[in-house]
C-alpha cells in the first residue's frame, strides 16, 4: 500500500543494482521510493544486479524503468537522463548512490586506482547533477540526494585515502551545489552511511580487510557501533526518502549520518 509521501515524482536512483542478494543502499532506495508513490528510473552499468531490484520494486506494486549506463562518461550520463525525460517527461529527485573503496594509502596506492576512485565516487556525482541540474532548475523544483560515508569524515578502521578524499569531496560539493541552487528551487543534501551490513561485505570488503573472513570482519565493525548492531540499505533509503520529501522543504546543504553513533565516539 502506498503512503504517498512521493506521489507524482519521478525518481533516477544510480547504482540501482547490487552486487547479491539483499538489501543495498541503491536498491533499497528503489524499493522505498516506489512504495511512497515515485516512478523510478533505476541505472546501473550492468542488467544482473538490477533484477532483484526490480523484482522487489515490482511486488511492492511500484513503476520501475531500468537503464544502463557508465556514470563516469558524460555521454551516457546525458544520454540517461534524456531517456529519463523520454520516459517520464521530467525528473524530480536524482540519488546518487554508486561508489566503492579501494585499500591503500598514497604509498601503497597506484596512480590507476586513484585516478579511478575519484571518477568513480566523486565525478559520477558531478556528471549527474550536471547533466539533471538544468532540467530541475527550469521546473523550478527538485531534490538532489548524494550517498556520501563516514569515511568522508574520520577514521573508520582502514586505510582507503582515496575512498576517504572523495567521499569528503562529495559532502562539500553538496553543500555548494545547495546554495547555488537553493533560490532555484533545488535542493541538495547528502546521506553519510557508516559501516551497514550490506551484500558489499560479503562480496568485498571482507576480502579486502579480512582476508576473507566474513564473520571477522562483520565482528570488527560491529565493536565500533553503539547501538550494538548494523544497519543496512533500507536504513540509508529510509533517510534519502525523507530528504527527498517534502517534509524535508526547509533542509537544503546538510547531511544526515546514519551510523549507528559510530562518528559520535572518539575511540
Keep these: 500500500m502506498m503512503a504517498g509521501r512521493l506521489e507524482g515524482k519521478v525518481a533516477i536512483v544510480t547504482g540501482a543494482g547490487c552486487v547479491g542478494p539483499g538489501w543495498g543502499n541503491g536498491r533499497a532506495a528503489c524499493v522505498r521510493f516506489a512504495e511512497e508513490g515515485a516512478k523510478v528510473f533505476a541505472v546501473d552499468l550492468r542488467p544482473d544486479p538490477m533484477e532483484e531490484t526490480l ?18 562518461d558524460r555521454a551516457s550520463v546525458e544520454a540517461m537522463v534524456t531517456a529519463c525525460l523520454d520516459a517520464f517527461g521530467r525528473v524530480d529527485i536524482l540519488v546518487n548512490n554508486v561508489g566503492g573503496s579501494a585499500k591503500g594509502g598514497p604509498v601503497e596506492m597506484d596512480e590507476e586506482t586513484w585516478d579511478r576512485q575519484i571518477d568513480f565516487n566523486l565525478k559520477s556525482v558531478y556528471l549527474t547533477c550536471r547533466s539533471v541540474l538544468p532540467h530541475m532548475a527550469s ?57 551497514l551490513h550490506t551484500p558489499m561485505v560479503e562480496a568485498r570488503l571482507a576480502g579486502q580487510r579480512a582476508g576473507g573472513d566474513v564473520d571477522a570482519l562483520l565482528a570488527s565493525r560491529l565493536k565500533r557501533i553503539p547501538l550494538g548492531f548494523m544497519g543496512d540499505g533500507r536504513d540509508t533509503a529510509n533517510a534519502a526518502l525523507f530528504l527527498a520529501s517534502d517534509e524535508a522543504r526547509f533542509i537544503t546543504g546538510t547531511e544526515i549520518v546514519v551510523d549507528g553513533g559510530m562518528t559520535a565516539r572518539c575511540d
Design 139 to 195: 521546473q523550478g523544483s527538485g531534490a538532489i540526494v548524494n550517498t556520501a560515508s563516514t569515511s568522508g569524515l574520520r577514521w573508520t578502521g582502514a586505510a582507503q585515502s582515496a575512498y576517504a578524499a572523495t567521499k569528503a569531496g562529495v559532502i562539500q560539493f553538496g553543500r555548494v551545489v545547495a546554495v547555488e541552487y537553493a533560490p532555484r528551487g533545488v535542493r541538495v543534501n547528502t546521506v553519510v552511511p557508516g559501516q
Design 55 to 72: 523484482t522487489r520494486t515490482r511486488a511492492a506494486g511500484g513503476e520501475i524503468v531500468p537503464h544502463l549506463c557508465d556514470v563516469t
